[in-house]
């Protein structure tokens, strides 16, 4: 009697293992990997909330802060081997690797509002001549999120570009090309050497994002003037992009149930990003906000041209994504 139990409470118990393994097996995980740390914590667990109940549980995402599993900068070659599933990063990161990146990311002058932005990449042609670039490197694009404020905080206040002449201001890629037009000295400094730069004069001001990111570099302590330069804002375009094989290998209703949650997730942190941002405008405590005249805005974008050109001479695709650009600054009335 006593043999007979057991043989039915181990039959059951590897019947039970069995039926947890095809459960399992059934079971689609996705390595999510994000260019930010910590604080996009909440609406990353969201996101992975939102589509672990919305596919009961069949569809789960592994999420990767900045830096965790590979650099930002190897987002697309990780994608494309494999090595991760979907990336959530920032065009620049690697156009080295993607010609068509750094006019994705953002050039001075391509736009100066979100809206804006979005009817270019959605509307006008940017996102297909990109879709073309990113399939020829081996992944798909899925999504894309829009950034926030990009402007100059600086350690003694500004009423114009001539005023930045006399000081040296840290800058990257595009944008100290369109200072250096004007004689302004630009230096680079990664994020985490910025308080120390201006703390100890090496630089005079930054150019790095807005007051919520400036806030959470602590740079308040050392340069409180912030100059809305009118120029570029979003001053970064978020990109997503996932391994082909994998995202063609989903179900109809787990790349709908993903590309919603994604969505949602980009636009909580445009959300954040632009509520924080004002909360700290209005607030008008830690930072004295100015904004440079629409003149010197004007003269930014048209020295920025030299630069558009020289991202539509790396392919006859960019060169078709800058005649977007150039079309839409004039009917806005940037460009002649």
């Known amino acids: 009697m006593a043999s007979t139990f057991l043989k039915a409470l181990a039959l059951g118990v590897t019947m039970s293992i069995a039926l947890g ?168 400094l990664p994020a985490q050497e910025l308080y120390i730069g201006l703390s100890t004069g090496v630089i005079d001001g930054a150019i790095y994002g807005g007051p919520v990111e400036y806030e959470q570099l602590k740079l308040h302590e050392t340069a409180t003037h912030y100059t809305f330069l009118n120029m570029l804002n979003p001053g970064w375009i978020e990109t997503v992009i996932a391994n082909p094989k994998v995202w063609d290998g989903l179900s109809e209703e787990h790349r709908e149930i993903l590309t919603k949650a994604i969505d949602q997730y980009a636009a909580d942190i445009h959300a954040w990003l632009e509520e924080g941002n004002q909360k700290i405008v209005d607030a008008g405590e830690i930072f004295e906000f100015s904004t440079i005249p629409a003149e010197d805005s004007a003269r930014l974008t048209a020295a920025a041209q030299t630069v558009w050109q020289e991202e539509a001479a790396k392919s006859e695709r960019n060169a078709k994504a800058i005649e977007i650009l150039v079309e839409n600054a004039k009917a806005k009335g940037r460009l002649k």
Request: proline share 2%.
């Open 21 to 188: 393994s095809a459960a399992s097996a059934e079971t689609v995980r996705l390595r999510f990997h994000t260019f930010y740390g910590t604080e996009m914590d909440a609406f990353a667990k969201k996101m992975r909330n939102t589509v672990k109940e919305a596919s009961g549980g069949s569809l789960r995402i592994q999420y990767f802060r900045g830096g965790e599993l590979v650099a930002s900068d190897q987002f697309v070659d990780a994608v494309s081997k494999g090595t991760i599933d979907i990336a959530y990063g920032v065009g620049s990161y690697w156009s080295g690797q993607v010609d068509i990146g750094n006019i994705e990311a953002g050039l001075p002058g391509a736009w100066t509002s979100a809206e804006e932005a979005r009817a270019l990449f959605e509307d006008q042609g940017l996102n297909t001549l990109i879709a073309e670039a990113y399939a020829e490197k081996g992944v798909t694009l899925v999504g894309r999120g829009y950034g926030s404020n990009y402007d100059i905080l600086t350690k003694t206040p500004i009423t114009g570009l001539d005023d930045l002449k006399t000081m040296k201001i840290r800058a990257t890629g595009q944008m100290a090309k369109v200072l250096k037009a004007f004689d302004i000295p630009t230096v680079y």
